[in-house]
C-alpha cells in the first residue's frame, strides 16, 4: 500500500512539475510561467513594473537583455489590447504577480499585422521570446516620487564628476601612455596609424571599426564596419573622424561638452568623459 502511495506521489509531483514549465495560452496570451506565487501582490491596469528581460528569437539568437537589477526595464501595464494586437508582451505582463518569472511567447506575424517594424532575420511564422522577471510594482505616484529621488542622486553624482574632469582626464592621459593633442573643442587624440590621402568632411558617411570606453576601461559600446554619418552623432565622434584618414587608426578622449553632456544617455552617466579608439576603414559622400 505504502509502496502504492509513493508512486502516486511521485507521479503527481512530476505532474505539477510539468504543468509548472508547460507552455500554454491564458487569455490570449502564449506564456509559460517558470515561477508563480498566488499570495504575491497582483499586476493591474496602470500600474508601473519593474523587471529583468532577456529577448531572443526562436533559435534563441539574444536581441536585447536588461538583467541589471539597480537597472531594470520598466513599463506601465496596459489594457489588454493596447499594442494593436492580443497575446503582446504587455498582455502578459498583466498576467503575473511581483516575484514571477515567465517567457511571453509574441508571434511575429502579430506584430507585422500591427504595423511593428521588423528586421528581415525575424521569420514568418515564429515567435519572440521575452524571458522576464517581475521584481517591484508601483502605482504612478509612488513611481514618480521614486524617480524624483533618484534624479536628485544622479544630479549630485554629475555635478560631483563635473567638479573632478580635469584630473580624470589628466589621470587617464598620463596612464595611457599614449602622447595626445588637444584641439580648440576640447577633443584629445593620439593617432596611432595616420592612414592616406584626404579626411571626409560632415555629411560623409564613414565605413568604421571602434570601441566605446569608460576610462576605467569598462566597454560601453562597439561594432565593426558600421555605417556613420558625420553630423549624425555625438559632436566629439563627429570631430574625431573628421581628423582621420582612410585606414587611420586613433584614441580619442571625449569630454562629456561635445560628448553626452550633463544629462548623459543611455549606459553613460552625466558628465562623463570617454574614450573612443577608432579604425577608419573607409568614407564616401552621403549621396553616394
Do not use: W
Not at 75 to 83: E, H, L, N, R, S
Not at 194 to 222: M, R, T, W
Not at 224 to 238: A, E
Amino acid at each position: 500500500m505504502l509502496k502504492k502511495l509513493s508512486v502516486v506521489m511521485l507521479a503527481a509531483s512530476v505532474l505539477v512539475g510539468c504543468n509548472k514549465n508547460r507552455v500554454e495560452v491564458k487569455e490570449g496570451v502564449k506564456i509559460q510561467i517558470h515561477n508563480h506565487d498566488d499570495k504575491a501582490k497582483k499586476l493591474k491596469e496602470g500600474d508601473i513594473v519593474s523587471f529583468l528581460i532577456r529577448i531572443k528569437t526562436s533559435s534563441d539568437s539574444l536581441l536585447q537583455e536588461s538583467i541589471d537589477v539597480t537597472k531594470p526595464a520598466r513599463d506601465m501595464v496596459q489594457p489588454i489590447g493596447q499594442a494593436g494586437y492580443k497575446g503582446s508582451l504587455q498582455d502578459g505582463l498583466r498576467l503575473l504577480s511581483v516575484g514571477d518569472s515567465a517567457t511571453i511567447y509574441v508571434p511575429v506575424d502579430s506584430i507585422a499585422k500591427a504595423g511593428g517594424q521588423l528586421p528581415a532575420f525575424l521569420k514568418k511564422g515564429t515567435d519572440i521570446k521575452y524571458s522576464v522577471k517581475i521584481l517591484k510594482v508601483q502605482t504612478k505616484a509612488e513611481f514618480e516620487k521614486d524617480m524624483a529621488a533618484e534624479q536628485a542622486k544622479t544630479k549630485v553624482e554629475a555635478d560631483a564628476r563635473k567638479a573632478q574632469l580635469p584630473q580624470l582626464m589628466a589621470d587617464y592621459v598620463k596612464k595611457s601612455g599614449l602622447t595626445f593633442k588637444a584641439t580648440a573643442s576640447g577633443l584629445q587624440y593620439s593617432v596611432a596609424k595616420e592612414g592616406a590621402g584626404s579626411s571626409p568632411k560632415n555629411g560623409d558617411v564613414c565605413k568604421c571599426n571602434y570601441v566605446g570606453k569608460f576610462l576605467d576601461g569598462k566597454i560601453f559600446d562597439q561594432n565593426k564596419g558600421i555605417d556613420m554619418p558625420i553630423g549624425g552623432m555625438i559632436p566629439g565622434f563627429n570631430e574625431a573622424l573628421m581628423l582621420m584618414k582612410k585606414g587611420g587608426k586613433a584614441t580619442f578622449l571625449i569630454p562629456p561638452t561635445i560628448g553626452y553632456g550633463e544629462q548623459g544617455g543611455g549606459p553613460i552617466p552625466g558628465n562623463t568623459p570617454l574614450v573612443f579608439e577608432v579604425e577608419l576603414l573607409d568614407f564616401k559622400p552621403a549621396e553616394q
